[in-house]
């Protein structure tokens, strides 16, 4: 059986760049792997694949993207190529 204790896998893989709650950052964001914005980002964003925006995140941004998990705020365009995943969390305002 499950136990309760027992921690959920790992879903994203390796976060390889993590902007921090509290922290903010404006310019042009480029990756490979696994970022995660915790944090107030504005300006763009383009990455091959997965950029996680973590529920306490505030993102005014243009995104271009492998894959994204939305659990926050974000406003701009969004282009992923592979999906995007919108959680009940999330507020997306843009295309």
Known sequence: MFSKRAKPPQEFGDIRAFLGEGTSFS??????????????F???????D???????????????VGSLVVGGRVE????????VEILPT???SGT
């Open 76 to 83: 701009g365009n969004i282009v992923a190529r592979k999906r």
């Open 27 to 40: 310019g042009t964001l480029q990756f490979e792997g696994t970022v995660r914005l915790d944090g107030q």
């Open 50 to 64: 997965l950029l996680i925006i973590g529920e306490t995140a505030a993102v005014r941004a243009d995104i271009q």
């Open 42 to 48: 504005e300006g763009d964003v383009a990455g091959s």
């Open 90 to 92: 999330a507020q997306v």
